[in-house]
């Protein structure tokens, strides 16, 4: 999903945004012949992610500069370690600096923060997905973030798969329609390979929605009881869904209803960034 043409694009148009016309202070305080080294380093520990979209930044200011990435992608690191080395021309160095940061400081961020609820729901037969509550812009890379953390992807885009939310029953039920036969008649319409899904808000909505043999049910905002009542009605007929209000605290009580996939928001909505530098010495 992240390919280099998804991430040349990206970087581009963030270098583009923070040095439109140039670098004033390097160009007017930096010699032009003068080099740097530079290394990224932890100052927490974390999950890394991003490692070819911060080679990208600087790459694609100037090939003269070396990126050695020290850290793969989804590998645990703690604080104090190098995690990759820059070399090359200093003013070019610096003017991709805070780009490449930002990108791996996010996607870090982000992976670190999908490896904790993964770890909190070992041993469970849950999986941690992500869901559309992304950056506008940055949606592969917070996406690639979270696999790197050991979860999940949910459908990419409004293009993937069906998904019918409680505002789409709405304008549904405000036609009169019965939902059952509006979702069979959905199904007829489809490829067969196309994936449905349909979240529900009350345990007694289940049933119409199963009879139109649907394969994922999300069930939105249920307590833990009515999720162990949701996924012994569904039965095995189809995968099973929970969503909303799932934090750290409340994410394992979720996993052990024995739902099938716990979507999780936060993952990209409210990760902070990691804290990572970018620590220069010049050279000769």
Known sequence: MLTRSTIDRVVAAALDEDAPWGDLTGEALIPADATARAELAAREDGVF??????????????????????TADGASFTAGDTLAVVEGPARAVLTAERVGLNFTQRMSGIATLT????????GTRARIVDTRKTTPGLRAFERHAVVCGGGHNHRFSLSDAVMAKDNHLAVLRSGGA???????????????????EVEVDRLDQIEPVLAAGIDTI?????????????????????VVEASGGVTLDTVRAIAQT??????VG????????????LDIRIGD
């Open 218 to 238: 999300m069930l939105d905002n249920f307590s833990l009881d009515d999720l162990r009542a949701g996924v012994a009605q569904v039965a095995g007929r189809a």
């Open 258 to 263: 024995g739902v099938d996939v716990i979507s």
């Open 115 to 122: 490896a904790r609820y993964v770890s909190e729901i070992d």
């Open 49 to 70: 992610s991003g490692g070819d979209v911060f080679e990208a930044a600087f790459r694609l200011t100037d090939r003269a500069i070396r990126v050695e990435l020290r």
């Open 266 to 277: 936060a993952l990209t909505h409210s990760a902070r960034a990691l804290d990572l530098g």
């Open 178 to 196: 019965d939902l059952t036969a509006a979702l069979r008649a959905a199904l007829d319409r489809l490829p067969h390979t196309t994936h449905v």
